[in-house]
Each structure stands twice: as C-alpha cells, then as structure tokens.
C-alpha cells in the first residue's frame, strides 16, 4: 500500500485548504483512512478518518466542525477540507490506513503511512 498526501501550504488564519491522499496497491475498500497531524515537539495526533467502504466519519474535537474528511472526486483518493484555519493548526499533515477493519485513531492502529504535507497557518 502507497500513500501519497498533497495539498499543504502557507494560509492565513481564517483560510480553507483541502488536503488529498491518493491510495494506491491494494483496493481501498477493505481499509480504514485517517489523516493525523504532527506539530513541531508534539505527539502525532489524530484528525479524522473514516471507514473507506462505510459512510460513518470521525473527528478529533479540535477538527469537529471545520473539517471534512470524504472520498475524494479521483478514485481511490482521501480528502480533508480544512475551513476557519487557525494558527495551532500548524503541523505536518499525514494520510494514513489501517487493514484490521476500524479506522486507525491512534499513531500504534496505523499500518501504512503517507509522506506528509506542511500546512502553516499564520495570524
């Protein structure tokens, strides 16, 4: 399984970005996605995620209500739309996936990572 993350970058506070995962090797439906994030001298963190095959969605309470993970228009593609960015939100950005059948919320759950993509948001 291949995880390839994009669409970070510099916003402002107050800005929308979306991020993508595009999942390649294995069909996807059988596997459970998430994105996590990782500040400078912090823990890796869970975001949100979902079931791939299911239409039932997690969020972090920091991600509950700004963000929206779905199946992105690509095949096979995850996306994190990221509204009402705000500066604590700075972090690299990973995709993640799970093969034991539930969404990964934490770093030790995950089987298969993304590279990751910064996202900075500045006040």
């Known amino acids: 399984v291949q995880l390839q993350a994009s669409g970070g970058g510099l916003v402002q506070a107050g800005d929308s970005l979306r991020l993508s995962c595009a999942f390649s090797?294995?069909?996807?439906?059988?596997?459970?996605v998430a994105w996590f994030r990782q500040a400078p001298g912090q823990e890796r963190e869970f975001v949100s995620g979902?079931?791939?095959?299911?239409?039932?969605?997690k969020y972090s309470s920091s991600a509950k209500g700004r963000f929206t993970i779905s199946r992105g228009n690509a095949e096979s593609t995850l996306s994190l739309q990221m509204n009402s960015l705000q500066p604590e939100d700075t972090a690299v950005y990973y995709c993640a996936a799970s093969s034991r059948g539930k969404v990964p919320q934490t770093a030790d759950t995950v089987d298969y990572w993304g590279q990751g993509t910064q996202v900075t948001v500045s006040s």
């Open positions: 979902m079931f791939w095959a299911q239409s039932s969605t």
């Open positions: 090797g294995r069909t996807v439906n059988n596997y459970g």
